[in-house]
């Protein structure tokens, strides 16, 4: 195949990178709707276009996505009313078109880009499990040597994607996600605002607890500390705040 081809990756033109956010979903334990997380998708974004690369956004069904609630600058709870960088995103008619219309995951083809990032919210601990490409697609990346991140609950992933060899691709590797104590934290937040049972919990399982069983090397940075951590080709994120600790460890292990 000729260097010409566009759908060859070469150092001649700019670094590809795709973003992959969940589609919408309910959560079993809550009834809520659920989604991808802005920040999770807006900063990484800005990180990797303020380099001069090339952003393509995906979902495992392609379409529109939504975002969680809380993710949003403008929701009415004013958790995320600091997110100047999502607030541009989602007043940027341009980049909003990308989340309305993504690309499915079935169209990725891993030789056209340099590095994959998966990002979190909550829909992937509800919809990540039936996402058999996507694993598919993830584990391909890492075994094709190039960089392969996830994010937050997007590290979901590491949950179901398994090697060529039948292995667990985290087993063995030093990772992070979403923390226990940040999921206390969210609990806790929930009961005390009586938004839900104390007999109940947001997530129906953990992500620190499924990497350990797994036989990962979870570590984490403590609560709401931004922080990401790379492990050969493998770079995992903990949590919301740690979008662009986790584009600038990809951007690192591309060399720009």
């Not at 990756?9 to 990178?17: D, F």
């Not at 956004?57 to 379409?63: E, H, I, K, L, Q």
């Not at 007043?91 to 690309?103: A, G, Q, Y």
């Not at 087993?171 to 609990?187: I, Q, Y």
Request: with cysteine.
């Amino acid at each position: 195949m000729s260097l010409r081809d566009p759908n060859v990756v070469s150092t001649k033109r700019p670094k590809r990178v795709a973003i992959v956010i969940a589609n919408p979903a309910v959560s079993t334990t809550t009834g809520w709707p659920v989604g991808f997380w802005w920040s999770e998708l807006a900063h990484p974004y800005f990180e990797f276009t303020e380099k001069g690369y090339q952003v393509e956004v995906f979902s495992p069904d392609g379409g529109k996505c939504e975002a969680d609630a809380m993710s949003d600058p403008n929701d009415p709870s004013g958790y995320s009313s600091t997110d100047l960088i999502s607030q541009g995103f989602i007043h940027t008619e341009k980049l909003r078109s990308l989340v309305d219309n993504t690309l499915p995951i079935a169209d990725l083809k891993v030789e056209e880009f340099d590095a994959l990032v998966v990002a979190g919210g909550q829909a992937p601990m509800f919809n990540f499990e039936n996402a058999t490409e996507l694993q598919q697609k993830f584990v391909a990346f890492y075994e094709a040597g190039k960089v392969t991140a996830a994010l937050c609950h997007g590290t979901a992933i590491l949950r179901y994607a398994k090697t060529s060899d039948g292995e667990y691709l985290a087993k063995g590797k030093t990772v992070t996600g979403f923390a226990n104590v940040e999921e206390d934290f969210a609990d806790n937040a929930v009961w005390e605002y009586g938004l839900l049972s104390r007999d109940k919990h947001i997530m129906p399982w953990r992500i620190e607890d499924e990497l350990k069983e797994i036989g990962a090397n979870y570590v984490q940075a403590g609560l709401w500390r931004g922080f990401a951590i790379r492990d050969g080709n493998l770079i995992t994120g903990q949590q919301n705040f740690s979008g662009a600790e986790t584009a600038k460890a990809v951007i690192e292990a591309l060399g720009e």
